[in-house]
């Protein structure tokens, strides 16, 4: 199920990947680039009340570019793995999720983030990937905590870290700045040992 191979880095980064039958989750490509602005703009209107607001030029291509750089540089220092979740029998990108914040030493923990574009919304792919990416960092990364935070009235977020395993933990106050102002967001957090308490 997991694929993490070892230098040269580009080759590394080439050939990760978590998948299922169904479903493969990669880190992004400068060959994406169409693909992704397209789901962004057509999912615009439905992702923006979750999201910091876009700025005027976060669709170029010159950006992609400049974040997919970042976001190698993150993967290969070990900080946070962003991820393009893919259908695998139309090889149609269908929305991202993040391990960020990759904390070791005494915490040995991490920070969820994800967005799926409208079109497939509410079809259960991000619970899919959910299912490939919790095993991959308990077991492979090997960390203790996963934390997921989202905004109280996202109803749908809420219900599907539930459904993953996850605890509300706690009400963080004026936690993240979305879709221009302080929002207030619910803490959730899934343990390695509960996970696999579970039988996972």
Request: with cysteine; aromatic share 10%; hydrophobic share 40%.
């Amino acid at each position: 199920m997991f694929a993490l191979f070892a230098a040269p880095r580009t080759l590394r980064r080439r050939r990760f990947a978590i998948q299922s039958e169904t479903h493969l989750l990669r880190l992004p490509r400068a060959s994406d680039y169409h693909d992704w602005r397209q789901l962004r703009m057509r999912s615009r209107s439905f992702l923006q009340p979750w999201e910091p607001l876009w700025n005027v030029d976060d669709l170029t291509e010159r950006l992609f570019r400049r974040r997919i750089a970042r976001l190698n540089s993150e993967f290969d220092e070990g900080s946070s793995i962003q991820l393009f979740i893919f259908l695998k029998e139309t090889n149609t990108l269908a929305g991202g999720i993040t391990i960020g914040l990759i904390r070791r030493g005494v915490a040995q923990m991490c920070m969820l983030g994800y967005w799926m574009g409208e079109p497939h919304a509410g079809k259960g792919h991000m619970f899919a990937a959910l299912q490939l990416v919790i095993p991959y960092i308990f077991q492979e990364l090997r960390l203790h905590r996963i934390e997921a935070a989202c905004i109280p009235s996202n109803n749908r977020s809420a219900s599907l870290l539930q459904k993953a395993g996850f605890t509300k933990e706690g009400h963080l106050q004026k936690y993240l700045r979305i879709n221009g102002q302080w929002q207030d967001h619910h803490l959730y957090a899934l343990l390695k040992d509960d996970h696999e308490a579970k039988g996972n």
